[in-house]
């Protein structure tokens, strides 16, 4: 998968399958400095992923600030051919200032055994 930068930061695509259905999201930015992965809220409803009462909800923080997100298990979320089954995301409003619509972290990047080259601008696995 290429990797775009944009204003010095790496951007990708990724694919979320949530109960039969498919989201394709884009300005995905690609954070080894972040645990997680989260996506935004309004771009995962047009595949009925939304906030159900008994959804875990967090309050968490990072460089753009603070915000409460809620946890789901998706089916399936995907970067071309790295794939991961039944993994938790957070869903949250992203709302800071400039175009993403999610973060994939580490928790995907390590399992997937993803290799980043900086220097092709791409990433894939060993």
């Keep these: 998968m290429n990797i775009e930068l944009r204003h010095g930061l790496p951007y990708i695509s990724a694919e979320i399958e949530y109960r039969g259905q498919q989201v394709k999201i884009e300005n995905v930015l690609l954070d080894t400095g972040s645990a997680g992965c989260m996506f935004d809220a309004d771009r995962l409803s047009a595949i009925g992923l939304h906030y159900e009462p008994f959804d875990l909800v967090q ?36 709302d800071y200032g400039f175009e993403i619509s999610g973060i994939v972290g580490m928790t995907f990047l390590t399992a997937v055994g993803a290799v980043i080259d900086l220097a092709k601008l791409e990433i894939a696995t060993p």
């Excluded at 915000?67 to 992203?94: C, N, P, Q």
């Design 59 to 94: 309050r968490i923080r990072g460089v753009g600030g603070a915000e409460f997100v809620f946890t789901k298990k998706v089916d399936r979320l995907a970067l071309d051919d790295l794939a991961v089954s039944d993994f938790e995301i957070e869903i949250g409003a992203m």
